[in-house]
């Protein structure tokens, strides 16, 4: 785990990728953290793509998809764009979507937006370390609070 890539847009609400990176910092200080901000989700592909020509080993893209039938089309495209890129260079991808309409007001949506880009950023950790097996079967939520397993 030599070099983490992160991906966000300037289409976002919230600074996602500050929160990403300050996470994965507090976590794995020795790892080396790039940035590429793209203007909008369909952008994400390209940005991984030109961190991994960098040498990255695992991509974390924190996006935000508004709330009309186009936007979440883009985000479809998206999530298949970063699906095939994963498969043609190997290399992990993980997305931290925010969706404009999972929250009633700009409060929940801010604290959803920070609080799935945190979580995604220790789940990256987690899984390239080999620890995110412990966390299996625990009803962890990214973006909400957690809601348990079912005993």
Known sequence: MDCIGV?????ARVDMGSEAIDELRSLAPDVVVKRIT??????????????????CTAILVVGWVGPSLTDKLSYLAMSLGLIELQIQYD????????????????????????DRARKHARN?????RGDLTEAAGRGLRQGRPDVGPII
């Open 7 to 11: 991906v966000d847009t300037t289409f």
């Open 124 to 128: 990256l950790v987690a899984l390239l």
């Open 38 to 55: 793209v203007p909008g989700i369909k952008n994400t592909i390209w940005g991984a793509k030109k961190l991994m020509k960098e040498g």
């Open 91 to 114: 290399v992990l991808i993980l997305d931290a979507t925010v969706h404009e309409d999972e929250a009633t007001d700009e409060g929940e949506l801010k604290l959803i937006a920070i």
